[in-house]
Every structure is written in C-alpha cells, then in structure tokens.
C-alpha cells in the first residue's frame, strides 16, 4: 500500500480544500465589490486627491492607501483560511451612506460627501467579503479614513492654544509681552501666531502614526487607547513649545535667527524629536503577540465553507446596485436643469421712487444668477434694499463660510449680531440682525434667507432646505435678502424705518420671489 505524506509546507492547502476555504474564484469576484465605489465615485475620490496635492496640511494622504494595503498584505496567509461568506445586512449600511452622500452633494458639503465615499469601501469589503474577513482587516479598513482631508476647523482653536502657551511662557521666563490678539511683542521684536503656526499638520502626523504605531506594537485594547491618547495630546503641546523655543531663539540672537526658512526647520527637526522619543518610550510596553500566520492555522479547523461564487457575485451585484443609485439620481436631476430659466427681479417695484445710493457698502458675497440693489429715502430717513438670487450655482453659492457682510480690509467691520423676531404683515419674520461700522457711517443690516417660500435667518437651516428642495425637485434656487438703515447711536432708532418698509413691501418681494420658483 502506498503511503502518501503531507509536509508542513503543503499543509495550509490541503487543509483548505479539505475545510471548503474559499476558492480563488471567490476572491477575485467579491474584489469587484472594491472597485465599485472607485468607479462610481470617481470625482469625490479626484476632490481628495486634489487636496492632497494642493495642501501640506494633508500631503501624507499620498501614503495612507499604501500603508492600509501593506497591512492587508502581511496578513494574506491568515486571510487565505477565511472564508468569503457575504454579508447582506451591510447592503443597507451602503445604501444608508450612498443617500449621505446625495444629500451632501446636493447641499455642497465637501467634507461629508467625501468621508461619505470612505466609509463605503469598508462596507463594500464587509458586503462582499464577510464578516469574518472584514473583522480581520478592521484595521487597514478603518486606516483609509485618514486619507480624508479633515481638521481645518481646528486652526482656529490650536493658533488660539498656540498663542496663550507661548505667551503665557515667556511672562514666567521675565520677558515683558504686550499682547494684541494672536499676535504680540516682546523687546527683540514682533511675532504672530499664524495658520501655519497652529501645529495642525504635527497633530494629523501625529494621531495617524500613533494609531498605526498602537495597532502594530500592542495587543490589548486599553494599551492602544492610552497611546492613542498620548498621541493625540503631546503634539500640542510640542507645538505650544516649539513656538516658545522658536521665539526665544529669535530673542537671545537679536532676531537674526528662527525668524526665515530656519523657523520651518526647526519645527519640524523638533517635532521628529519628539515622535522619536515618544516612539522610544512606547517600546517598553511593546506586546509581542503570534504571528498571523500561526494564528490563522491554528484555527483553520474552526471555519465555515465559503459561499458559492454565484452568491458572491450576487452580492457584488448588490453593491453595485445600492451604491450606483445614487450618483445615477443626481445624474437625472442634473440633465433637467441643464439650461435653467434667467432670473428676472426687475419687476420689483416699491411705493416710494428710488434714490441714488448713499453709500458704497455691500455684502461680500458670492456673485450671484441676479442681485437687485436699491435705495430709498422717506421723510429724511434712508434705506438700502439688496436681493441676491441664487440659482444652480451659476455664479456662487447661496450660503458659504466665505459670504460675509463686510469684505476684508474694506474699513468695514461688525459690531454685533443677534437674531430678532419681527411681526409683519401679521406673520413673524425672524431675521438676523447686524451692526455695522466703517468710514463714517454706521447701519443696521436686516438678513434673512428665503428658499422655496421658506424664509429663515440660520445658515444650516437654509443649507437644510436647500438640500431637500434639490432632492425633490432638482432645484437649489434661493436668495439672500437684506435690509439696511444708518444709525448714529442708538441702533433702535433705524428700527421702525425698517419695519415700515417690510410692512409696505414684503407682499411685493414675496410675489418677484415666487415669479422666479420653478415648479
């Protein structure tokens, strides 16, 4: 009788057939699933790309999907043993974030339509795949987030921290600061703390290799955490003192040092100094755990048969169907707006004549399809009227970070802001209502958002509205209005003039308003 003998090396294989692993088929079928949310959203994956190209802030992103492909890689011995068994529950997950991603390409929210874009290659791997090799490469999957260009909302805040550490610094070190915001001066000279002093890039760098330092050096979860954590922390107070060593370099040489290219250099030679040492001081609580292949062998035993390629490629078909929907709907409502109707506000017409403008201010906002700018003046009393229509984006947008009411270095600024409620016409009318000063004037400016007959004085709710409008309708049409009086004191003295004009002419504007809706 002949005696056939399995060595070490070919046993992984025999075990797979014996075990009903899954065949190479399978995988190369539910690889489809990847390749899905790639081509169906090419454009938002092209708008991250194209950030990563155009900002330092984000330039490691070039490395995050190479990184997460590594990860996956020195774990195929383990996931050759797995079995491809889709996951159908994950196709609503997908249709969830496909929908999350229409609503925010409708409202034109960048960031969540590209972490929308994210999200669905994990669920796609989940779909296709399973969940058992899903749950192996949680990790790798979860690292493609950080590609996402994400954190300018946190300059502010850290330019803020950076400001009081070093300011704070120098008082305990006897230097004399005279502090004007985020700038101030010492005797050696002026410094400010700028965008490109908030530390924003050291904190991205530094939370990205923490979390792949934890996950390839600890095993248990608290360990992961707490270094995570650290990470998390220490570059930001690394920044606060790099921008005090910085000054103080400056100080101690006359400002003939740290105050050019240098200052860069040294900021990052420091902070490569301190991930080093943070790195160097993790490696005492390192945990050595099995290798994966070991561990994937030991359980080979333990698993289910894979599913048949047919049920694979059903489940491919599933994401496709599921995550196409949604670009193919925006698609359709795009083609039938594709020549837009003019706008038309000259109809509008007031009770009292036009006078020639008796000022030159104007809202910096985006250009918009049409804008109607007026002026007034009734028994002495001056008013200034300004619609902006905003339609398909022909122009700019309706409601943006950067639309503001006075423009930089125009002399104009802003006093205060609150929101009022006023009665008019018998309804309520609630509006924002601003001060503002500049070259020898001072108004208060009345501002309310109108879309679809809906009028409203937040910017998120008008963001909101607009969304569904163009859901449902395929129109973002809306306008900005504003209403503005001159003051000498006392801001409640332009009031009634403003209210008498609302009461005359909201009908009016309503009805110009209501000529240019779409159906």
């Known amino acids: 009788m002949n005696t056939v ?43 991250i790309v194209a950030i990563w190209e155009r900002s330092e802030t984000f330039a490691h992103g070039f490395v995050i999907v190479p990184i997460a492909l590594w990860l996956v890689w020195r774990r195929r011995a383990e996931l050759a043993l797995l079995p491809v068994r889709p996951c159908w529950p994950a196709l609503a997950a997908l249709l969830f974030c496909g929908a999350a991603w229409m609503l925010a390409t409708l409202g034109d929210v960048l960031v969540v339509r590209q972490y929308a874009f994210a999200i669905m290659i ?49 008082r305990l070190t006897g230097i004399p600061v005279l502090r004007e915001g985020n700038s101030f001066s010492i005797p050696s000279g002026d410094w400010s703390v700028v965008e490109a002093c908030s530390g924003l890039r050291y904190l991205i760098s530094s939370v990205t290799l923490g979390c792949l330092y934890a996950y390839l050096t600890y095993r248990t979860t608290w360990r992961r955490v707490l270094f995570v954590i650290v990470a998390l922390a220490l570059p930001i107070f690394a920044n606060g003192l790099r921008a005090y060593m910085i000054v103080m370099i400056g100080h101690s040489s006359n400002m003939t040092l740290a105050v050019g290219v240098d200052h860069l250099i040294y900021g990052w030679v420091f902070f490569g100094l301190v991930m080093l040492l943070l790195f160097w001081i993790g490696s005492f609580w390192r945990e050595d755990g099995p290798a994966p292949q070991a561990v994937a062998h030991a359980q080979s035993h333990l698993r289910p048969r894979s599913a048949s390629p047919a049920q694979v490629a059903l489940a491919v078909l599933g994401v496709a169907g599921c995550i196409g929907v949604w670009p193919a709907y925006g698609w359709y409502i795009e083609r039938g707006n594709a020549t837009p109707p003019p706008v038309e506000l000259a109809t ?78 018998g309804r309520p009318l609630v509006l924002r209502e601003t001060t503002l000063a500049g070259p020898g004037a001072r108004f208060v400016v009345w501002q309310w958002y109108d879309v679809g007959g809906r009028r409203t004085a937040s910017n998120y709710v008008g963001k909101l509205l607009q969304t569904k409008q163009k859901f449902l309708t395929g129109s973002d049409d809306g306008a900005a209005l504003m209403l503005f009086s001159p003051y000498d004191e006392d801001p409640a003295t332009a009031r009634p003039m403003l209210r008498a004009f609302l009461e005359t002419h909201l009908a009016s504007i309503d009805a110009v308003l209501a000529a240019n809706a779409r159906p």
């Open 122 to 170: 994990p669920l796609a791997v989940l779909a296709a795949y399973g969940t058992a090799i899903a749950r192996a490469l949680v990790f790798p999957l979860a690292f493609l987030l950080f590609g996402v260009p994400v954190g300018e909302g946190l300059i502010e805040p850290l330019i803020g921290i950076t400001a009081n550490f070093t300011v704070d610094a120098l």
């Open 5 to 47: 003998t399995i060595s070490e090396e070919a046993r992984p294989a025999a075990a797979r057939s014996a075990n009903g692993a899954p065949p190479k088929v399978q995988w190369w079928v539910a690889a489809g699933a990847v390749l899905v949310p790639l081509l169906a959203y090419f454009d938002t994956a092209a708008s």
């Open 348 to 425: 509008f017409a007031a009770s009292t004549p036009a006078v020639a403008p008796f000022t030159e201010w104007e809202p910096d906002f985006a250009p918009a399809s049409a804008t109607l700018r007026r002026f007034y003046e009734v028994d002495g009393h001056k008013l200034g009227f300004i619609l902006k229509y905003y339609r398909d984006g022909n122009g700019g947008k309706l409601i943006s970070s950067m639309n503001r009411l006075t423009a930089l270095r125009s002399g104009w600024h802003e006093t205060g802001v609150a929101i009022r409620s006023e009665n008019v016409a």
